[in-house]
């Protein structure tokens, strides 16, 4: 189970980023991409950005698990705890 | 592994012809998720009439694959011979009774807090589960992240936060650098309770047992940390095909496509069909993460028992962080579910369906064993899309 999505980076401080995942911000750790830069689309499981995806893969792939119901179409919360307003089904290990 | 006895290169590249353009154009063509790729479904057909009618089974070991594979129906889209079984890619269904055991107890003592993935709250141990133990009076929290648990520790000093450690190569590095934030932050009460697992030596495991496999889908996200060239050893020593893949119907029909091709040249390779995504290194930061804080360790996994240095645990360095050790947290080994048959499910010895409960007195509302709880497990994919028509794609 390996549950992870595409994130937008919005602005990063530090280790620390803002990103938007479909229209909702969340907070993504970069300590293991920590050259990731603001506007880059990145690859987020478990809070943690792991990889960064090419210009358009990320889109897609988002659409596509909100399709699969794989994540909640309203994918995260301003306070950034959480993705999704059911933390219980939203929190995946992989 | 009969038939596979060609030249058996090994190496993460791809057949020239059959490159990722393929895919990409085709899974462009339509949106996503949907099965547009008419070139992929007929080089599955052309390498299944190479192969005659011999039978095929290929296992996905990732349970994002699992629950793709059933949404599109996509068994039904292959050719007969061809047959797609789950392995053991779930993390929250591999966990043995004697962590979940082990995790309930620690909470019903009452001396700590314990954050965990959401998805282990309802997986039964041999003692009720971790929700049972949260009606019960234990401080039971759910987190998304590891570093949420941190910062709970870093909120209330004089409470200890244990973080339930589960997950394959695509969450441990983020436990990993928690762990490495906890030290340099100076953050006493914060430790975990890992059972991490390795996906390399699952799929060794699962061969050894004698599950009969032509070839593996490898998964997605793992790769993206550990990189293909993680399946190189696995690709010569068993001299089967191994191709990485992405999560999108097309992607995975190009995955079995590329297996069926190396089964029909009797190649066993290890290819690289989500290339988009995955590099043949995998994250070097995350690798490292892991390594400088974990060690390879024998670990127990539900179905498939102990399997040597297929787990992580802390590295000595960062033994304090280590909750077993802080609160002499004892693994006993648990009875097996009466009934439950998860583990031949994640063996591929047996269909969901197959267990006399499916559907009957187990199903997702009333799970009997992990397999059902999440959803990501064989037994939930089934019980949710095992009747969806094939070809219904979205
Ligand atoms: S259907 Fe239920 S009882 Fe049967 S193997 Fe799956 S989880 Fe276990």
């Known amino acids: ?94 | 592994m009969d038939g596979i006895n060609g030249a058996g290169e090994i190496g993460d590249g791809r057949v020239p012809g059959h490159g990722p353009g393929t895919a990409r154009s085709a899974a462009l063509a339509g949106a996503a998720g949907r099965i547009s790729g008419a070139s992929v479904r007929e080089r599955i057909t052309r390498a299944a009439d190479r192969l005659a009618s011999r039978r095929v089974r290929l296992m996905e070991v990732c349970g994002t694959h699992t629950m793709a594979i059933f949404r599109h129906g996509i068994r039904g889209l292959l050719p007969d011979c061809v047959r797609l079984i789950s392995g053991p890619g779930c993390p929250v269904c591999v966990t043995d009774d004697s962590y979940i055991d082990a995790a309930v107890s620690l909470g019903l003592d009452g001396k700590v807090t314990l954050a965990t993935f959401g998805d282990m709250m309802r997986v039964p141990g041999s003692r009720g589960s971790l929700q049972d133990a949260r009606s019960r009076g234990a401080d039971v929290h759910v987190v998304y992240s590891c570093a949420d648990a941190l910062d709970m520790a870093a909120k209330a000093p004089s409470r200890q936060v244990v973080f339930l450690a589960v997950g394959f190569e695509t969450t441990a590095p983020t436990i990993a650098a928690t762990v490495i934030r906890a030290r340099n932050d100076g953050i006493r009460n914060f430790s975990i309770l890992a059972a991490h697992k390795l996906i390399p030596p699952a799929m060794a495991a699962v061969l050894d047992g004698g599950t009969a496999l032509d070839g593996f889908i490898a998964p997605g996200h793992v790769s993206v940390v550990i990189g293909s060239d993680a399946y190189l050893p696995l690709a010569a020593k068993y001299r089967v095909p191994i191709v990485v893949t992405g999560f999108e119907a097309d992607d995975i029909l190009e995955g079995v496509a590329m297996l069926l091709e190396q089964i029909a040249d009797g190649r066993a390779a290890v290819e690289n069909q989500y290339v988009r995504v995955v590099r043949p290194g995998g994250n070097p930061a995350a690798r490292r993460a892991m390594e400088e804080v974990f060690e390879p360790s024998d670990a127990s996994w539900r179905g498939l028992g102990v399997i040597p240095d297929s787990g992580l645990r802390l590295r000595r360095e960062f033994t304090d962080f280590d909750a077993g050790r802080r609160f002499g947290v004892a693994m006993a080994p648990a009875p097996p579910p009466k009934g439950c048959r998860c583990g031949d499910v994640l063996k591929g010895a047996i269909d969901p369906p197959e267990c006399p409960m499916f559907g009957k007195s187990c199903d997702p509302a009333r799970p009997k064993g992990p397999c059902m709880v999440s959803s990501e497990g064989s037994c939930a994919a089934h019980y949710r899309y095992g009747r969806v028509k094939p070809g219904s794609g979205s």
């Open chain 1, 1 to 94: 189970m390996c549950l992870s999505i595409p994130a937008k980076l919005l602005e990063i401080e530090g280790l620390r980023a803002r990103a938007d995942v479909g229209g909702n911000v969340v907070r993504v750790d970069l300590s293991l991409l920590p050259d990731a830069k603001p506007g880059e689309y990145v690859l987020v499981h478990a809070g943690f950005a792991l990889d960064r995806y090419q210009p358009g893969e990320a889109e897609r792939i988002l659409g596509y698990f909100q399709e699969m119901g794989m994540i909640p179409a309203d994918a995260g919360d301003e306070a950034g705890t959480g993705i999704g307003t059911d933390r219980e089904a939203g929190a995946r290990p992989g």
